[in-house]
């Protein structure tokens, strides 16, 4: 058997509507949060790309501790996004999962010489991100870090 490819889960990703209204289910009644609140946009993230190609788009996100890993909800802010794709086909539910790997660089690598593409890309606060395909393989997309995402970033909000 060969060696793991991905070493630990770090996030569980959900695509929501509203993510206001969303937060405040978790939160209410299900006692899950606080939540950390971020703008993703092209202010903010370099190198944004998606399936190889520059892209302009936008979202909210926020996270919260259930355990070890972080629970991630998603709101797409445009229609651009591999995020309002998903919402237009399948509604809510989960995106994708967030995942360590040995090697950032040659997980990239990997998908390349595989002759597929990274679904989305960029640098947020000096993290690097790219979602894999792998919705054929696993039946869920996976998203990796270049270093380890979200304890040592500053939220733009917080909720409750």
């Not at 630990?8 to 929501?16: D, F, G, M």
């Not at 995942?99 to 947020?124: C, M, N, T």
Request: aromatic residues 10%; glycine residues 8%.
């Amino acid at each position: 058997m060969r060696e793991p490819a991905f070493t630990e889960t770090l996030q569980i990703a959900l695509v929501v509507r509203d993510l206001d209204a969303a937060m405040r289910t978790y939160v209410h009644d299900y006692g899950i949060g606080p939540w950390a609140i971020y703008e993703f946009n092209p202010g903010n993230v370099r190198n944004m790309s998606a399936d190889g190609e520059p892209l302009e788009s936008a979202w909210r996100l926020a996270l919260a501790r259930v355990g070890h890993v972080h629970w991630e909800l998603i709101q797409p802010l445009d229609d651009r996004s591999t995020y309002a794709e998903f919402l237009a086909e399948k509604g809510e539910g989960v995106h994708h999962i967030g995942v360590a790997v040995p090697s950032f660089d040659a997980a990239v690598a990997s998908v390349a010489a595989q002759g597929r593409k990274v679904l989305l890309g960029g640098e947020y606060n000096r993290v690097t991100f790219a979602y894999l395909p792998t919705g054929d393989d696993l039946g869920v997309i996976t998203e990796i870090f270049d270093s380890a995402p979200g304890d040592d970033q500053d939220p733009d909000s917080v909720y409750p």
